[in-house]
Structure formats: structure tokens, C-alpha cells
């Protein structure tokens, strides 16, 4: 991690814009709360922000530590104490697991806000573009800090960077040649399948309507399946997710298929009940999945 001073020396950060901050902290302090409740309206609408913001408790918390951390922008000491301030907020972004891009987004919106402020107090003022300068600077220090501490995160190695990066690579082609190897096996079983197709076919032309019918039904249901399962598969080898409901309708398809086969029978009456049984749990589970991923 870099040392305050160079971090500042980056950003051209000069003593005339610890001056222009600490003239706008009077203006700013009167803004704090309603900073917070911008702040909140704002990131309300990020997918997962009640994931991070679970409990009144928490929020409270939060919001204190916002309240803090946005008065401290315009306070005018910005030494070694406060990087290890903002070194400690950024690696509690990274403990929480919270994503890079909404800090970037929450970032965005302090920028925005500050503006408008200076915008309302300070109209009229030749110095209002320099105030302005002044604040993106320390807050683009404060992205500085806190984007490093997702970098040093992922720095963390167990062997070494260039053994766990050609030991990734080696396993991410590995387990696309054996997709690979699952498409022609899929495009082999679709073959066999026709071929038990055509066998079907040749019952009803001997006169065996009935099973002919039946067995055919199957033969096209374990068809559908091969193709389903062919287009899943193409999918996630052109970066789709993998698709669990897929698996759960061949589970289902393979069932139907049983109950048409031993309906055939006269004596399979008991096997039935069991098989239309656990269709209608795994016609439960693929509900059950299908509203998940909705």
C-alpha cells in the first residue's frame, strides 16, 4: 500500500485544497443528515442492498459511520491516521464480500451530491469550480484507498501467482475438453436414440399397434431429452449458467417413459402407483426450481 503522501501527490492534493475543504465543512455539516437520507435513497435500489443492510441495527451503524466518514472529508487532516481510517472501511467492504462496482456507484452519487451543494451554497462564488476540484480529488483518494483494498485481497496466494494462474488455466481446459467430450457422447446417444425410433416404428408395421404407438412416444420423450440436454450443454460451453430444471425434466421425461412401458402390462399395477408417485414429486421440485430461477 502506497503512503498518504504519494497517494496525495498523485492527485496533485496541495495545501490550497485542505484549505477549500475545510472552508466547505460549515456548509457541508448542515447537509449531513440529509447527505444520509440521499445516500440511502440511492443505493435502496441496488439489487442487493438488502443483503448487506439486513437489520435496523446494522442500517443505524451504517448510517453513523457514513455521517462520520462524510464530515471527515472536509476536516482538513488527511495524515497517516486517516489512510488507516480509510484502509479499515475499504477491507470491511471486502470482508462483507460487497461487489467493487457498488462502491464505484456509491462513489458517483457523493460526488453528485457534493456538487449540487456547492452548486446551492456557494452560487455566485469564482472559487466554486475550484471548490469542486478540491472535493473530487480526496474523493477520488478515498476510491484510491478503497479499491486497493479489493487488490490486496486478491493478491492473496497460496503458492504463487503464476503456479495458481497456470494451474487455473490448466483446469479451465480441462473441464471444456470433457464438455467437449459430453456434446459428442450427447450427439452419439441422439443416433442411438433415432435408431430405437426406427425399431418402434417397425412394431407398428407388424401389427402391434398399441405398444408400437406407446414404445415410439418414449423413443420421441428420450429424444426431446437428448436434445434438451445437447442445447444446455452448447449453451453453457458458450458461457450460459448451468440449468438444474434441465436435469429434473429428463428425471421426469425418463418416468413418464417407465409408466408408458408398464402400462403394457396388466400385472404392474403397483409399479405405476410408485412411478406416477415420484412424478409428481419431481413435478413439485421442477416448480419449485423454475419460480427460484424466475
Do not use: C
Request: charged share 25%.
Amino acid at each position: 500500500m502506497e503512503t498518504i503522501e504519494k497517494i496525495k501527490s498523485h492527485y496533485n492534493f496541495t495545501a490550497g485544497d485542505v484549505k477549500n475543504l475545510q472552508s466547505l465543512k460549515p456548509a457541508m455539516e448542515k447537509y449531513r443528515d440529509s447527505f444520509v437520507v440521499e445516500f440511502y435513497n440511492y443505493v435502496k435500489n441496488f439489487d442487493e442492498a438488502g443483503k448487506f443492510l439486513k437489520d435496523e441495527a446494522t442500517v443505524m451503524r451504517h448510517q453513523d459511520a457514513l455521517k462520520t466518514w462524510f464530515i471527515r472529508l472536509f476536516e482538513g487532516e488527511y495524515g497517516p491516521m486517516y489512510l488507516k481510517e480509510l484502509e479499515k472501511v475499504g477491507m470491511a467492504h471486502v470482508k462483507i464480500a460487497l461487489p467493487a462496482h457498488y462502491v464505484n456507484a456509491a462513489f458517483h452519487f457523493v460526488k453528485r451530491y457534493t456538487r449540487e451543494v456547492i452548486e446551492k451554497e456557494f452560487d455566485g462564488n469564482g472559487d466554486k469550480a475550484y471548490l469542486e476540484r478540491s472535493v473530487e480529488k480526496i474523493l477520488d483518494i478515498n476510491l484510491d484507498v478503497f479499491t486497493s483494498s479489493y487488490i490486496e485481497e486478491e493478491k492473496k496466494f497460496f503458492l504463487s501467482q503464476k503456479v495458481e494462474s497456470y494451474l487455473i488455466q490448466l483446469a479451465n481446459r480441462y473441464s471444456h475438453g470433457l464438455n467437449l467430450v459430453l456434446v459428442l457422447g450427447l450427439v452419439v446417444l441422439g443416433v442411438m436414440v433415432m435408431g430405437l425410433f426406427v425399431y418402434d416404428i417397425i412394431h407398428i408395421l407388424d401389427g402391434n399397434i398399441e405398444k408400437g404407438l406407446l414404445s415410439t412416444l418414449g423413443s420421441l420423450l428420450m429424444l426431446w431429452v437428448v436434445i434438451e440436454l445437447m442445447d444446455t450443454e452448447i449453451k453453457h460451453l458458450k458461457g450460459g449458467k448451468f440449468a438444474i430444471k434441465v436435469f429434473i425434466s429428463v428425471a421426469l421425461v425418463a418416468m413418464i417413459r417407465k409408466i408408458l412401458v408398464t402400462s403394457l402390462k396388466s400385472d404392474a399395477v403397483e409399479a405405476q402407483v410408485s412411478l406416477v408417485a415420484a412424478v409428481a414429486v419431481l413435478g413439485a421440485v421442477y416448480w419449485l426450481v423454475s419460480k427460484v430461477d424466475h
